[in-house]
């Protein structure tokens, strides 16, 4: 009987959304901003987290952009400034690997508000190389918070 309420219990359905964008020639230029937009069903405390998706020849060992969320009608609702860890401390890539590509989903510490509506998710790269190569894409995944309000 326990077996059973223990199994009902842990089967609790996470609702992840997600999406990323394409970096032209996987050469991201400064100037040149990737923007997601996705459609927040509830306003809630949302888990961020930011997709990477780079080749094993990207040169550092970290990523660093800013990040603004706006809503459609471009009114600004938060900027984070952030460095992405991509390796592990012995130096390896912590990144799930295909052949020569590395997935990265970083989780942002803090729990951040967001309202219902369509959302952008703007990313700026501020990397001293400019165009930051090998970087394919850029995105974000949120999921409801279990922190309350």
């Known amino acids: 009987m326990w077996i059973i309420l223990i199994?009902?219990?842990?089967?609790?359905?996470?609702e992840v959304m997600e999406k990323a964008a394409n970096i032209p020639?996987?050469?991201?230029v400064?100037?040149?901003?990737?923007?997601?937009?996705?459609?927040v069903k509830d306003s809630a405390l949302y888990d961020l987290y930011i997709l990477v998706r780079h080749s094993q020849k990207?040169?550092?060992t970290h990523l660093i952009t800013r990040l603004s969320i706006q809503d459609t009608a471009g009114k600004q609702l938060g900027i984070m400034d952030l460095t992405l860890p991509?390796?592990?401390?012995?130096g390896y890539w912590s990144g799930v690997?295909?052949?020569?590509?590395?997935?990265?989903?970083?989780?942002?510490n803090n729990p951040v508000f967001l309202?219902?509506?369509?959302?952008?998710?703007?990313?700026?790269?501020?990397?001293?190389?400019?165009?930051?190569?090998?970087?394919?894409?850029?995105?974000?995944?949120?999921?409801?918070?279990k922190e309350p309000l």
């Open 86 to 90: 991509l390796t592990k401390s012995d």
């Open 25 to 28: 020639q996987h050469a991201w």
């Open 115 to 145: 309202k219902s509506g369509k959302l952008r998710f703007i990313f700026r790269h501020e990397m001293k190389e400019n165009p930051l190569p090998f970087i394919l894409n850029i995105g974000v995944a949120i999921s409801k918070s």
């Open 7 to 14: 199994f009902m219990a842990s089967c609790h359905e996470v």
């Open 58 to 60: 990207f040169p550092f």
């Open 30 to 39: 400064k100037t040149q901003s990737a923007i997601v937009e996705l459609d």
């Open 97 to 108: 690997n295909i052949d020569d590509l590395y997935d990265h989903r970083i989780k942002i």
